[in-house]
């Protein structure tokens, strides 16, 4: 049973209602629904009775908000004490994708220089949260790319890159100099899985619903290109794999790398790392 899946638990059961509570958690409903339905199982009962009227907790479930609030409270209290007794500051950074990026490295060797006391902690994820677990409320700011939903997020555009097309290098789109979208509309490219942000899915699928293999992770974009043929987006100037080929694509707007944190969230380490993170990815 995760802190997480129990904060979000209480958040249901505070706001009996599964769409504000997804709202106050800074996440869309689908997972929401699903982390609950999966604490249900793992505890073995129903925690609300659901009903076109509305959510009430079961019994069940209010014998666990109560220890729910109370353990997440004392994990608060640990925290702020082991933090307080180490006396070092700790800032989350979520980063999306493999980490290629240039303006990452003097990110972090800028940041490292101004503030040698704090202790950065880096969580890598996928390509199916844009967030890069800020809605969670797995990190306090994140390194990621537009565009996603962004209610209740504060987003400062750091760089906008050009788009191309990843084909395997013996493809013959892949001697081209440009494409267009349209050229590619009778090939396969790669998805991400249902409950992805919508827009986020919408700008690399080309603005159309497409057909193929579902991917996670930058890496399986990579073989689902080199083993499938299938066809995808990234943006230019990364190093790209031995065996594929990145073509310029027309007609879409560039790719905008960003500093996303949640709206309202005064915790001067984020200003400071946000402002940082603009130097370098103006070089």
């Known amino acids: 049973m995760e802190l997480r899946t129990l904060r979000y638990f209480v958040a249901v059961a505070e706001e009996l209602h599964f769409g504000r509570a997804a709202t106050r958690l800074h996440m869309s409903q689908p997972p929401l629904s699903r982390a609950i339905r999966q604490l249900e199982a793992e505890i073995g009962a129903l925690l609300f009775d659901r009903s076109g009227t509305g959510v009430t907790l079961t019994a069940v479930g209010s014998v666990l908000l ?15 004490r082991v933090g307080a007794a180490a006396g070092t ?36 994820t996928d390509l199916t949260d844009p967030t890069c677990g800020l809605r969670a409320g797995l990190v306090d700011v994140a390194l990621t790319r537009a565009p996603f939903d962004g209610t209740a997020l504060t987003v400062r555009e750091l760089r906008a890159d050009p788009v191309g097309v990843v084909l395997r290098a013996d493809d013959p789109l892949a001697r081209r100099e440009r494409l267009r979208l349209a050229e590619l509309d009778d090939r396969r490219w790669f998805r991400f899985p249902p409950g992805t942000d919508p827009r986020w899915q919408s700008y690399w699928h080309g ?25 995808g987006l990234a943006p230019l100037g990364h190093r790209i794999p031995a065996g594929l080929a990145v073509v310029p694509l027309a007609g879409l707007a560039p790719s905008r790398v960003v500093a996303v944190w949640n709206e309202g969230d005064a915790n001067p380490l984020i200003r400071s790392f946000v402002e940082t993170a603009a130097a370098a990815y103006r070089r």
């Not at 503030?115 to 902690?121: C, N, S, V, Y």
């Not at 399986?220 to 299938?230: D, F, K, M, S, Y």
């Open 66 to 80: 109560d220890e729910a609030r109370a353990l997440l409270d004392h994990a608060d209290r640990v925290r702020e």
């Open 207 to 231: 603005g159309a619903p497409r057909e193929g293999p579902v991917v996670r992770t930058v890496q399986e974009c990579v073989q689902a290109v080199r083993w499938n043929g299938t066809v």
């Open 89 to 124: 500051a700790t800032l989350t950074v979520g980063i999306l994708g493999d980490g290629t990026d240039p303006g990452a490295a003097r990110l972090a060797d800028a940041h490292r220089r101004q503030h040698p006391g704090l202790d950065i902690r880096i969580r890598d």
